[in-house]
């Protein structure tokens, strides 16, 4: 049953800075439709630091839970 974590774990720290990247790419190259570029790019750094902040949120969430359960 280790092994299934341990590759588990290896492929989360594998794939997380491709989806990261993957993810800040697409955020940051969107484009209005009215060629506004520093607002496109503005909402584009939005989202994607809001997706950040969320899944930093259900991670602090769950440690305190952790914490609170031991």
């Given at each position: ?61 769950n440690l305190?839970?952790l914490?609170?359960?031991?």
């Amino acid at each position: 049953m280790n092994g299934f974590g341990g590759s588990g774990a290896g492929a989360a720290k594998a794939l997380g800075p491709i989806v990261a990247g993957y993810w800040m790419a697409i955020c940051l190259s969107w484009d209005d439709a009215n060629n506004e570029h520093d607002r496109s790019l503005l909402i584009g750094a939005a989202a994607a630091y809001s997706g950040i902040g969320s899944l930093a949120f259900v991670v602090a969430l769950n440690l305190q839970m952790l914490e609170h359960t031991s």
